[in-house]
């Protein structure tokens, strides 16, 4: 089975532009998730779908963070206009809702990005 | 914020020893989980334990959870080099959203 795709895996821009990050999940998962690891920490949970809604997204800056799932498969998470302390990798993880598995979460490679 | 710390923050060990870290969290749990992530790889998922449950075991991994003391361990045995990675705990309160620790950095010399 494939496992989660992100792209792309680096990105530099410099702070005020904006940036896209895309996640496709492991196929059947229904629930996705984007995570923040800054250099030196563990990974900060951003936002949760469950198909296309938002299950939770409380610690998402959405000043200028903003993400999407259309259709409940892809999802999309963007951050305009884009600060220094950004900088971070941005892993998207996708788990099933049901069966052995329904607890553990499969991570993509993450996207690198550096903020000058 | 934080869930957990983890305990050492690096540990330098030879092949063939046991690495034990440790982790503690600050709410009540459903479950925690262990998650491996190597120099340019992704997190691996490699143990989950649940809330009433105080040991559990896989392959060389050994995992223990004390709900009381809001801890749990992680021991790896026999390690080899290939072992050397970032450790991570991770709780989840039942809503499947997780909370890291601050990882432990485990070095493996050949």
């Known amino acids: 089975e494939a496992g989660v795709a992100q792209s792309p895996r680096y990105k530099i821009i410099e702070k005020r532009q904006s940036v896209a990050f895309w996640c496709n999940p492991i196929s059947g998962h229904a629930t996705l998730y984007w995570y923040q690891q800054i250099l030196g920490q563990g990974p900060k949970l951003l936002i949760q779908f469950q198909n296309n809604g938002v299950v939770d997204d409380s610690q998402l800056p959405k000043d200028r963070f903003s993400a999407e799932r259309l259709k409940g498969v892809d999802s999309t998470l963007k951050i305009q206009p884009a600060k220094l302390e950004d900088s971070a990798v941005y892993l998207c993880a996708s788990s099933p809702l049901g069966g052995r598995t329904y607890y553990e979460q499969y991570f993509g490679p993450g996207t690198r990005l550096t903020v000058t | 914020s934080q869930q957990g710390e983890e305990d050492p923050q690096a540990l330098s060990i030879q092949e063939g020893e046991n690495a034990t870290m440790n982790c503690s969290y600050k709410t009540s749990i459903n479950n925690l989980q262990w998650y491996r992530q190597n120099s340019g790889r992704g997190l691996v998922h490699l143990i989950l334990?649940?809330?009433?449950?105080r040991e559990k075991h896989s392959g060389r991994l050994r995992v223990t959870l004390d709900t009381s003391k809001k801890s749990s361990s992680l021991l790896i045995t026999a390690s080899r080099a290939a072992d050397t990675a970032s450790y991570f705990c991770?709780?989840?309160?039942?809503?499947?959203?997780?909370?890291f620790g601050s990882g432990t950095r485990l070095q493996v010399q050949p």
């Open positions: 334990i649940r809330s009433n449950e």
């Open positions: 991770a709780t989840d309160t039942g809503r499947r959203a997780l909370t």
